[in-house]
């Protein structure tokens, strides 16, 4: 199949899914969000496994090595599970924060640069058409943003 072919499948399928949000938008909201509940209780299941695996292997590896009771050797895992999980804790909120200051930083300098003029002269420069489309695309999405929050 040429990419010219491809376009217009695309094409075609993205007039298709307009429609369908068109007539039933529920339909394909319920859709997505019933997928990223999905995934997210197929992630937290998987996540849960793995650390009780891990203080499972670690309760048994401290009883075996140094013939402890249950609470010592609970206790002991808890604090070997916390000298891994908190540093990482650490390391992620600092990675974190520098992300977001980069972001900040980079807005910021956006808003600098950002001209007011532009979006004015940009509106009058485009055609009645593109202008129509504009304010179509953006009742569709009102329209659509409606189902979501009633």
Not at 42 to 60: K, M, P, R, S, Y
Not at 83 to 96: A, V
Not at 114 to 132: A, V
């Amino acid at each position: 199949m040429n990419s010219i072919e491809k376009n217009k499948v695309n094409y075609g399928l993205g007039i298709i899914f307009i429609i369908i949000m068109l007539i039933a938008p529920d339909l394909i909201i319920n859709l997505v969000l019933g997928l990223l509940h999905f995934v997210w209780e197929i992630l937290a299941e998987l996540a849960h496994t793995v650390f009780e695996g891990i203080e499972t292997l670690l309760d048994n590896i401290i009883e075996e090595l140094f013939q402890t009771e249950l609470h010592q050797t609970q206790v002991i895992v808890f604090y070997i599970m916390m000298s891994f999980i908190l540093p990482t804790i650490y390391l992620l909120l600092r990675l974190l924060l520098r992300k977001v200051m980069q972001l900040k930083n980079a807005l910021y300098f956006q808003i600098m640069k950002w001209d007011i003029n532009q979006y004015g002269h940009y509106w009058h420069h485009i055609s009645i058409q593109e202008k129509t489309s504009l304010l179509c695309g953006a009742l569709i999405v009102i329209y659509l943003a409606s189902f979501l929050f009633m």
